[in-house]
Nanobody, 129 residues
């Protein structure tokens, strides 16, 4: 399974960006898709998550400004970021949580007996004041 992020960049305070995370691989199901961010010298924090049932959750710091969504047909998760502030500057990582893989052989296909977590490579978001 590979997660590829895109959409980061440099934006002025008050501006917007939309991050994308495209998932590829033999996936049976995903429990949740998450966006994390890590600023220099700080820990990696959860920004937003979206369960397989479509329930979004947000960190308090981004509520009302960020929106997480998912296009199941494209296996892509988005993070729309509006009203960006300098404190939003960080590397943003896409995470697939609780992934069951699909194993196929001549007799058919079955989900993996255990689940896995995957991370993207990260995309830099820089907000200038």
């Amino acid at each position: 399974v590979e997660l590829v992020e895109s959409g980061g960049g440099l934006v002025q305070a008050g501006g917007s960006l939309r991050l994308s995370c495209a998932a590829s691989g033999t996936i049976f199901s995903i429990n949740a898709m998450n966006w994390y961010r890590q600023a220099p010298g700080k820990q990696r924090d959860l920004v937003a998550s979206l369960t397989s049932g479509g329930v979004p959750r947000y960190a308090d710091s981004v509520k009302g400004r960020f929106t997480i969504s998912r296009d199941n047909a494209k296996n892509t998760t988005y993070l729309q970021m509006n009203s960006l502030q300098p404190e939003d500057t960080a590397v943003y990582y896409c995470n697939a949580d609780g992934v069951f893989l699909l194993y196929c052989a001549g007799w058919g296909c079955t989900p993996s007996p255990t689940h896995y977590d995957y991370w993207g490579q990260g995309t830099q978001v820089t907000v200038s004041s």
